[in-house]
T-cell receptor, first 114, second 112 residues
Framework: DGGITQSPKYLFRKEGQNVTLSCEQNLNHDAMYWYRQDPGQGLRLIYYSQIVNDFQKGDIAEGYSVSREKKESFPLTVTSAQKNPTAFYLC?????????????FGEGSRLTVL | RKEVEQDPGPFNVPEGATVAFNCTYSNSASQSFFWYRQDCRKEPKLLMSVYSSGNEDGRFTAQLNRASQYISLLIRDSKLSDSATYLCVVNPSTYNFNKFYFGSGTKLNVKP
């Protein structure tokens, strides 16, 4: 079945450590996204990529980095520069050629900084 | 001002009730509108798109009011399984198909 796979599902890290969240899709979608969700808040866009080897900052990109070397993969690194990294991280994808709104999400990665 | 605003609720309703949520958006040029459903600690899933003429899918009806810049979701004959958080999503541009703005969600609790 086609879909988006995020890993790990749960992650604990110590302050000062970088951590990389994996996102892989087999939907043949061009556009991929990373969102962050905090309790009581909507999803906020961290980075998005419309095509391989290209990506743009979202609204809260500081302290994060991404790469898009393959169409299927869009990993997110949460660096030690991110002040409040504890959150629920969601990866999503769309076809990218129309604004149909069908964002397909992975199951999310829940990061806790100890 | 936030791009998309929703009443966080919770809306506590009995089974069988009709409930409606509104969502306001700030960009009058917004082009596309959607409702997503998110269960507790899960990923959001598309419930329905919102078209200018309004649209219905079973017990769910979505409406768009461009003059007042809001969209609505009506749920008839509520089921226990409708308990979830409903997210309003807006795509503000025809030039960037890939920018979506999410409301913070409206929580619905359907009670027996």
């Amino acid at each position: 079945d086609g879909g988006i796979t995020q890993s790990p599902k749960y992650l604990f890290r110590k302050e000062g450590q970088n951590v990389t969240l994996s996102c892989e899709q087999n939907l043949n979608h061009d556009a991929m996204y990373w969102y962050r969700q905090d309790p009581g808040q909507g999803l906020r866009l961290i980075y998005y990529s419309q095509i391989v080897n290209d990506f743009q900052k979202g609204d809260i990109a500081e302290g994060y980095s991404v790469s898009r070397e393959k169409k299927e993969s869009f990993p997110l690194t949460v660096t030690s520069a991110q002040k409040n990294p504890t959150a629920f991280y969601l990866c999503a994808s769309t076809r990218g050629d129309t604004n149909t709104g069908e964002l397909f999400f992975g199951e999310g990665s829940r990061l806790t900084v100890l | 001002r936030k791009e998309v605003e929703q009443d966080p609720g919770p809306f506590n309703v009995p089974e069988g009730a009709t409930v409606a949520f509104n969502c306001t958006y700030s960009n009058s040029a917004s082009q596309s509108f959607f409702w997503y459903r998110q269960d507790c600690r899960k990923e959001p899933k598309l419930l329905m798109s919102v078209y200018s003429s309004g649209n219905e899918d079973g017990r769910f009806t979505a409406q768009l009011n461009r003059a007042s810049q809001y969209i609505s979701l009506l749920i008839r004959d509520s089921k226990l399984s409708d308990s979830a958080t409903y997210l309003c999503v807006v795509n503000p541009s025809t030039y960037n198909f890939n920018k979506f703005y999410f409301g913070s969600g409206t929580k619905l609790n359907v009670k027996p």
